[in-house]
DNA sequence: TAATACATTATATTTATTCTAAACTGTTGA
DNA sequence: TCAACAGTTTAGAATAAATATAATGTATTA
């Protein structure tokens, strides 16, 4: 199972001993190059079809809480009934179509640098998110 | 009550009849030049503590989110707990401190356009929000 | 002013998230 | 091998924001 060490490697730099269960979430959440947004809620039906574990609630939000303070993932600032979750770490943006309750990236090089001139005494800034909210272009509609 | 005349346009053309609680709701709304941020919860303690009459909760809810489909306040796009919505609805930006959970206007002159080369086909940008997440800016800090 | 349509309210419901406490597991050291 | 311990998992309870419900109340209209 040598393919699992670079996630017993995630785990263990995240504060968290690598189990059966965390290492099954790591499989769904890093296991391809290509990166993707996710809620909870969909993470868990994914572990569901694919794995014969069974993982509790608590333990998904409580890796996944883990993994964002180490920055392995991202949490997407979105005003939602459910929080929205990115493997995509880099820096970049978001597309969201409300009609479709779907995220879509915006690469970096795809926005000009965000150049915020007001600064705030004491305090420096973390990151800049650019959320940019889409709906169908149909000429007929009003 | 003359004032109220503008209390009764807004909530007339956003398909409310003025009642009492929702004359109430404009006041502390919208009878400032001062344009603010709020949180449900803090809503209703304004008017607990201004007003002789009782709100409930689903009239604060049912109003707000009208006013929101006309335009006349601004759901602020952040991950909390809670909502916040924006008295300002100009075209503007937010810093959001973490360590205060506090908002803080970007004035739109302050941020350079941000122009988004990428397109989706058959969709169109409905609207842009920069969030600029700050912290404090201690040297002793790490 | 009567009839109607819309509002308000208290309460129940829903749903995401967090908390809790008991049972479990893996590691360490004797 | 086993006891002890620290950390994990889990089901279910708790929490809290937001929404729905249904009975009662109020504004509007003709």
New binding site residues.
């Given amino acids: 199972m040598a393919y699992a060490e670079q996630f017993i490697d995630k785990l263990r730099k995240s ?3 690598p ?4 290492i099954k979430i790591c499989e769904v959440l890093f296991d391809t190059d290509k990166t993707f947004h996710f ?3 969909e993470l868990v039906k994914i572990i569901e079809n694919q794995a014969n ?7 998904v ?3 996944i ?1 883990a993994f964002i303070k180490k920055g392995y993932l991202k949490e997407i600032p979105l005003n939602a ?3 929205y979750y990115d493997t995509n770490v880099t820096h970049h943006h978001h597309f969201f179509d409300e009609e479709e309750n779907r995220l879509i990236d915006i690469h970096q090089d795809d926005v000009d640098e965000v150049n915020i001139k007001k600064t705030i005494p004491g305090k420096k800034i973390k990151s800049v998110e650019v959320i940019a909210k889409i709906v169908s272009d149909n000429q007929s509609q009003k």
Same sequence: chains 1, 2.
Avoid at 19 to 22: A, H, L
Avoid at 53 to 59: D, F, R
């Fill in positions: 504060g968290l001993r189990t059966k269960q965390r809620t909870i809620k574990i069974k993982v509790s609630l608590a333990t939000y409580n890796t809480h009934s459910q929080s």
